[in-house]
C-alpha cells in the first residue's frame, strides 16, 4: 500500500516527491536494484530519509511510483490524457498509433535506463516482478484488452478470440527484442506485427 | 572463440569439464551473474583455475558452452537429435509441438534458475546480451524461420511474410510470460498461439 500525502500537501513537499523521483530513478539505473536503497535516494535527492518514509514502505514502492509519475509525465508532453487508447474506429490503425508510441518511449533514455535495472531485477526475483506487472504494465495491457473487446463488438476481431492472449501477438515482440536485444525496433517493424498478427500468416 | 580441447582429451578430462559446467551453472543461478567468478567456478567444480582457462578465456564463454551442453542433455534424454525440428508436413503441428517441448524446458528447475540469471543480466549488459542471442537463442530461431520458409513453398503460409518476424508471433509472448512473469505458461496456451498467428484475429 503507497500511503498517500497528508491533505495539506504544500507546494514545497511536491518538489521533494519530485527530487525523490528522479533520484530514485536515476540511483537504479546508476547501481542497479539490489544495490538501491532508501538511505541513498534521500541523500541524492537532499532529503532526509524520514521524508521517504513518510510518503512510502519500500524502495520497491518508490521506484514504482516514480515510474507511474514519469508515465504520466511524458503523457502529458505528449499531449496525452494518461492512459488514454484511441479508438478511431480502425483498429489496426489504432494499435500501429500506441506500438509506435511505446516505441518512441521504450528508446527514451529517460526511461530506458531505470526500466533496464527494474526489469532485469524482476527477471530473477519472482515476487518484484510480480509487482511490476501488477502496477505498471498489466494497467496498460487491460486498456488493449478494451479495445479488442470494442473491436470484437465491431467484428473486427473474431468472437472466439482471447483478447489478453491476442495482445501479446504484437505487444510481447516488441518487449521481447527490448528486453533480450533480439532485434531492432521502430514502427515499420510494430506495424508489420499488427499486420501480422490481425491477418495471420497463412494465405486467406 | 571458444578454446578447443586437444584431441588427446582424456575420459578425465571429460569428467572436469562436465563438473565445471554443472559448478557454473549452479553458482550463478545462486549469486547471480556479476558475483560469478572463474575462481568460483574452479573451487566448486573442485579443479585448479588454470584448468578452466585452458578451455575457455571468460566466465560468460563457461557458462554459454554450460548452457548448450544442458540443451545437448535434454535433448539426448528426449531422444532427439539436438537442434531438430519437425516437418511432418503440418505447420500447426510441428510449431505447436516444439512449444510444448520449450514449455517442458523453461519449466524445468535445472534450466530456469541458470536461465533466469544469464537472461536479467542480458537486459542490462547490452554486450552479454548480444552474445547469449547469437550464441544460445538466434541458432534456434533459425530452425523456425527454415521451418516457415518450408511453409511459405508448400503455400501454408503466404509468399510475402518475412519469417524472422513471423516466429516472434509465438515465440516472444511465451518468452515474456516466462522473463516477467507476466502470465502462466502451458501447452494450450502456446496451442492458442500458434492458431492466432497462422490464422490471424481478424475473421476470415
Redesign the interface.
Known sequence: MVKQPAPDTTRRSEKSRRAIYDAALALVGEV?YPKTTIEGIAARAGVGKQTIYRWWSSKAEVLMEAFLDLGEQSAREAGQESYAFPDTGDLAADLKAVLRATVDELRDPRFEVPS??L??????N?QL??E??AKL??PS?QLYVDR?RTAQDT????QD??P???L??F???L???W?????PIDHT?TD??VD?????????
Do not use: F, N
Open positions: 542497479g533496464r535495472a526489469a532485469a531485477e524482476g527477471v530473477v519472482e516482478g510480480r511490476l506487472v504494465l498489466e495491457l479488442l467484428g473486427e476481431v473474431r478470440i482471447d489478453r492472449i491476442a501479446e501477438l505487444v510481447s515482440p518487449a521481447q527484442r528486453l533480450q536485444h533480439t532485434g517493424y508489420t506485427l501480422y498478427a490481425l491477418y495471420g500468416l497463412a494465405p486467406r
